[in-house]
């Protein structure tokens, strides 16, 4: 595995160094971005409708998730009129492989040919500047106490079959593969904003509508997430002002419950 040095500064007169080996996603045929279904928040919907110009029916889907093998008690699940006893999970959209056409990857994936020294292609995310939270914080989550990012152990696969396009990592990750500060601070924000999205779910499941105006509930919601100061009073634990110590079941408090298909008609 190719590697390098960097000199990371004088300790005591002699400089410390430290081996930076090359990450796992060098030259990869992005196994994860195929057998992931990929959770989303909605900021990140909002980011990549607005990043790439799309609408919403152009990327996202929802996922029956009855054992909650995607939600991974990290999404929540969301229910709708049409099946009400289903858990669904908001995702990215798969599509049929371009290059492997009896497999699927993710929607915004960008594959490459296979080759004789890459008899899977190299493959790459077509969206990475605007990809959800939850691809940005792989491989990593908070220790017990969040004050931690800790490396996860990637199985060799998680679909079942002997297809090797959907293999994961060509080996583990090591603390020498990822920035020690970036990180931390995408954990925090891909927990703030799912633990809004939470809330967003447990509102909208207290009266599940059709899956057609889950959109338009969305954008409301978030619409009115940014407010002057002297417009509302914001309680301390609230969307505009994070307490990251709290956990899960004490969220951020998400706006009240609109009518959404009220205002739809009304615009």
């Known amino acids: 595995m190719p ?3 960097i000199q990371i500064g004088p300790t005591r007169g ?9 990450s796992p996603c060098e030259n990869c045929h992005a196994g994860c971005c195929r057998a992931f279904a990929v959770p989303l928040t909605g900021a990140d919907i909002l980011r990549i409708e607005r990043g790439l110009n799309l ?7 929802r996922w029956a998730d009855p054992v909650g093998q995607i939600a991974q008690q990290y999404a929540p699940h969301f229910y709708f009129d049409d099946e009400p006893g289903t858990p669904f999970v908001i995702a990215l959209m798969h599509r049929v492989s371009e290059v492997f056409p009896e497999t699927t990857c993710c929607r915004f994936l960008t594959e490459g040919v296979p080759n004789e020294t890459q008899p899977l292609g190299q493959s790459h995310c077509g969206i990475y500047d605007i990809r959800p939270a939850a691809c940005r914080v792989f491989p990593t989550k ?3 106490t969040g004050e931690l990012a800790l490396i996860q152990d990637i199985p ?9 396009i959907y293999d994961l990592c060509s ?49 409301l919601i978030y619409s009115q997430r940014l407010m002057r100061e002297s417009a509302t009073t914001v309680p301390t634990h609230s969307a505009a002002t994070p307490d990251l110590t709290q956990s899960p ?19």
């Open 171 to 219: 080996r583990q990750w090591e603390p020498s593969d990822l920035d020690p500060v970036q990180p931390l601070h995408d954990l925090i924000i891909a927990r703030y904003e799912m633990q809004f999205f939470h809330q967003l779910a447990e509102q909208w499941n207290q009266e599940p509508r059709p899956w057609e105006i889950f959109p338009d509930f969305l954008r």
């Open 156 to 164: 060799d696969r998680t679909r079942e079959g002997d297809n090797a």
């Open 249 to 267: 079941d004490d969220a951020p408090t998400v706006l009240s419950f609109p009518d959404v298909e009220r205002q739809s008609r009304a615009a």
């Open 55 to 61: 609408s919403f029916w152009d990327f996202a889907c």
């Open 14 to 22: 002699r400089h410390r160094r430290r081996t930076f080996r090359m």
């Open 142 to 144: 908070f220790n017990a």
């Open 3 to 5: 590697s390098f040095d």
